[in-house]
């Protein structure tokens, strides 16, 4: 079961930064809606094996930390209702016309793909230690993967300004731009080091409300 989650999470991320370029990196705009579609069969596996937490979201009580857990699935979960409802309305299999709705449809898939990632890379963040553990066995992280994390999430900082995703976020940019310049290998690390960025981020403050929590208990 736990290697089945760790599989379905690995290509879901590697997914995601695939379908973050838009239709401009398949020479048929198709295959981004087929993907698109395959990415909702992943996020409905993902959802079955997850179940249990929709069912304690009402019960218990809300920490700092679960009520940041929260905020976040519930973000990705908008998130990707949005993009499946107006990647549906843009499709090419659509049987009828959405006629002025395409342009709502466009915008709203541009703003919810770039707030999807973002709230994605968080709720990796949150559960970066769990994934670390599996990979490693509960052997202690080495050094040198820290430094070069460092390394990686300073370039994020730079890609976050080079690819202009506060303008996405935001909608101060209203149509995707595809850097030919730069490429599709430089796309992809690019979005995988602002993956890794925000991750670091939100694992570190996942675990100082984690050790807030256990501080304040003892």
Not at 99 to 106: D, K, P, V, Y
Not at 125 to 150: E, M, N, Q, S, Y
Not at 190 to 198: A, E, F, H, Q, V
Request: aromatic fraction near 14%; proline fraction near 2%; include cysteine.
């Amino acid at each position: 079961m736990k290697s089945s989650r760790t599989i379905l999470d690995i290509m879901m991320t590697i997914l995601s930064i695939t379908l973050m370029g838009g239709t401009v990196l398949f020479p048929d705009e198709r295959i981004h809606q087929i993907l698109g579609l395959v990415m909702l069969g992943l996020w409905i596996c993902h959802v079955l094996l997850n179940r249990r937490w929709f069912g304690s979201i009402f019960r218990g009580t809300y920490t700092p930390y679960r009520t940041l857990q929260t905020v976040i699935n519930i973000g990705i979960l908008l998130c990707a209702l949005l993009l499946m409802i107006s990647g549906i309305m843009m499709s090419w299999f659509l049987p009828f016309d959405v006629g002025t709705g395409l342009g709502f449809a466009r915008i709203a898939h541009l703003l919810t793909s770039h707030w999807y990632y973002i709230f994605m890379c968080a709720h990796i963040g949150l559960h970066v230690a769990t994934i670390v553990r599996r990979i490693l066995h509960d052997k202690p992280f080495p050094v040198i993967a820290k430094i070069i994390i460092a390394f990686i999430c300073a370039y994020g900082v730079y890609a976050l300004f080079v690819r202009k995703i506060f303008s996405y976020l935001f909608l101060q940019q209203q149509f995707f731009f595809f850097d030919f310049e730069r490429g599709s290998v430089l796309f992809a690390l690019d979005y995988l080091s602002i993956l890794i960025l925000i991750a670091s981020l939100f694992h570190l403050l996942g675990n100082f409300l984690l050790k807030r929590k256990l501080k304040n208990k003892a």
